[in-house]
């Protein structure tokens, strides 16, 4: 296994681990991120920076996209007042940086998220940094998030957010969505 050191454009350090390419045994580094392609049944807890919490229940569906360059998720969720919301995500390799990005848009914000995304060498354990802080109910903070896969049919979102400098390690919890996959009847 190599260890790569890359610089983001917007200069915050990465570190991605490789096996071949991160493809798990293949040269295709997209091969990294087929395992959150299928359909998913998402429920998510939010902590908004004002402290309010909201829970939102819905269905993510991955597929490859745009002649397999990308994988996109599209999430289709309802909160407990009913109001809906979409979201989108688009995951890929950048070869000219040699890192995972994933692009977020959701239908409630005009905001367009650039993350990151650092695989583990098990493949299971996805760390997704955004290298630019973001504005949540009026308030600049960076955040971050840690995918972890529990087996091929469940996995937890942990998103973590700070309003200041402190380290990661310090930053609060702001979202926990859970992840089932869905099977064929």
């Known amino acids: 296994m190599r260890i790569l050191r890359l610089v983001p454009a917007v200069g915050v350090g990465l570190l991605l681990s ?9 040269s295709d580094p997209l091969h990294a991120l087929s ?5 998913w049944d998402v ?3 939010y902590r908004a920076a004002s402290g309010t919490e909201s829970r939102e229940v819905g269905v ?30 688009f995951l ?8 995972y990005e994933l692009l977020a848009m959701f239908s409630n ?18 760390n997704i940094r955004s290298p630019a802080s ?10 971050g998030a840690q995918l972890r896969f529990e087996g091929t ?14 380290p990661i390690t310090e930053w609060g919890p702001s979202t926990r969505e859970t992840w089932v996959r869905r099977r064929n009847p």
């Open 60 to 89: 993510r569906t991955c597929a490859p996209a745009l002649l397999t360059r990308y994988i996109e998720c599209v999430t289709r969720a309802r909160n407990a007042a009913g109001r809906e919301r979409e979201y989108r995500w």
């Open 153 to 166: 049919d469940r996995a937890v979102w942990t998103g973590f957010r700070n309003f200041d400098t402190m």
């Open 109 to 126: 914000t005009s905001l367009m998220l650039r993350q990151t995304i650092r695989i583990d060498s098990t493949g299971l354990v996805w």
């Open 134 to 143: 973001v504005n949540d109910d009026g308030v600049e903070q960076w955040s």
């Open 43 to 45: 429920d998510d807890t």
């Open 35 to 39: 395992l959150i392609v299928g359909v």
């Open 18 to 26: 490789t096996g071949v390419a991160r493809g798990q045994g293949t």
């Open 92 to 99: 890929t390799f950048n070869a000219p940086a040699r890192r």
